[in-house]
């Protein structure tokens, strides 16, 4: 899970969450085609995109504290996605 104090992303054995501001989408995994991630401008934005089977995405951003929690949201988030994306070819 990373969160803000408006946004939140969350993956976890149901899919992906993404909150803004106080609205969520839920995306459970039989629905999710992809998955992506990256930093945002300045290095301290999580930008994480779920992309459905019909090409439709959408976008969540959460702002870190700092680098660092940037960079341990990237090591939580990368073998999570890697298990349930695993065999979509992603």
């Known amino acids: 899970m990373a969160a803000d104090r408006r946004n939140a992303v969350v993956v976890d054995a149901e ?3 993404l909150e803004c501001n106080g609205a969520s989408l839920d995306f ?7 998955v992506h991630y990256k930093a945002g401008p300045g290095g301290e934005v999580l930008m994480v995109a779920v992309v459905l089977p019909d090409g439709r995405f959408f976008e ?15 090591a939580e988030l ?6 349930y994306l695993a065999g979509r070819g992603h």
């Open 15 to 17: 899919g992906v969450s």
């Open 60 to 74: 969540g951003v959460v702002a870190a504290r700092n680098q660092a929690k940037l960079q341990e949201w990237f």
């Open 28 to 34: 459970p995994w039989r629905d999710i085609q992809t």
């Open 78 to 83: 990368a073998p999570v996605l890697g298990f």
